[in-house]
């Protein structure tokens, strides 16, 4: 029994050539294209394919549909993208997007930021980056971190919040997300003192993040209470979406870095947005262009 799928492809710009050479991949799959027509925007490229696909094993790891977005993934020369989504997903009338914060929902990594006022950023960029490869435990890095942000005055967090940049097309992707009466979360390995701030400014749902340990107005350099990390990222995306109601098929976890696997394999959509290799690898779809609202045509809102 054939199923139904969107076909979004994108980028910077999208040739005839380019959309031949997604024709040919969908077809060669044994896709059959029932429609397909460009969509307006203004800074990329959007084409969407209504497709059927026959047996797709049922899974998002085996089958015609793991081969075929295998195929469809962006080649050096081409800048392409195209993503193969559930109709399902995309028609649902109620969905949860579930956001990572630090290089996903902003530009920056907060500790990053931090670090610079102590001194230790250079130290600090080269264990998030590891961590952020998969390469250290992530609770064990953030503690190593944090540690040596000891001794910094509280008032630095409101300087860092701030100097913190949304990504370009954030506020339209959880604007407009809203508005279509859905859900949108933040969790981030990064601090509550932070992302307070930027779910009020965005009117985000829920959010959660770490807590850092201040005594007498200054940092410890201590986290309080559990770290959040990618066990704690998942169980928030599966507990947030049972508290409204919501089927974890109709969820979007974007990501970056290997601490967003687990909450990415929870979803019933994962979109590695400018990612680590192995984000990238694991995701159903990715985002290779500084947009993040990309993914609201990702999502079908």
Do not use: C
Not at 214 to 221: M, P, R, Y
Request: charge should be negative; proline fraction near 4%.
């Amino acid at each position: 029994m054939p199923s139904s799928y969107a076909a979004i492809s994108y980028g910077h710009t999208l040739t005839a050539t380019d959309l031949d050479r997604v024709r040919r991949s969908l077809t060669g799959h044994g896709a059959s294209i029932r429609h397909e027509k460009a969509v307006p925007e203004n800074r990329f490229a959007v084409h969407l394919f209504e497709v059927d696909l026959p047996d797709p094993a049922g899974n998002r790891k085996d089958g015609t549909l793991a081969a075929l977005r295998l195929a469809l993934t962006a080649t050096p020369e081409s800048g392409v993208d195209t993503a193969v989504v559930p109709a399902a997903l995309r028609q649902a009338q109620r969905k949860l997007v579930i956001l990572d914060v630090d290089s996903t929902l902003i530009r920056q990594e907060v500790i990053e930021l931090l670090a610079a006022r102590a001194g230790t950023e250079a130290l600090v960029a080269q264990v998030t980056e590891a961590a952020m490869r998969g390469e250290l435990d992530f609770a064990a890095s953030l503690h190593a971190r944090v540690a040596t942000l000891a001794g910094l005055p509280e008032s630095v967090l409101a300087d860092v919040a701030e100097e913190v940049v949304l990504s370009d097309g954030a506020e339209r992707l959880v604007a407009q997300a809203k508005a279509a009466g859905h859900v949108v979360a933040a969790v981030s390995g990064g601090f509550s003192r932070i992302l307070a701030p930027l779910a009020k400014r965005l009117d985000l749902d829920y959010a959660l993040a770490n807590e850092l340990d201040i005594v007498d107005g200054a940092l410890t350099g201590r986290v309080s209470g559990a770290v959040v990390d990618r066990a704690a990222k998942a169980a928030a995306l599966l507990r947030w979406a049972a508290q409204e109601g919501i089927d974890p098929a109709n969820t979007v976890a974007i990501g970056d870095g290997a601490n967003d696997l687990d909450m990415m394999a929870a979803a019933g959509l994962s979109v590695a947005f400018n990612a680590k290799p192995a984000v990238r690898r694991a995701a159903d779809a990715r985002i290779n262009l500084p947009y993040l609202d990309v993914a609201l045509h990702l999502a079908g809102f």
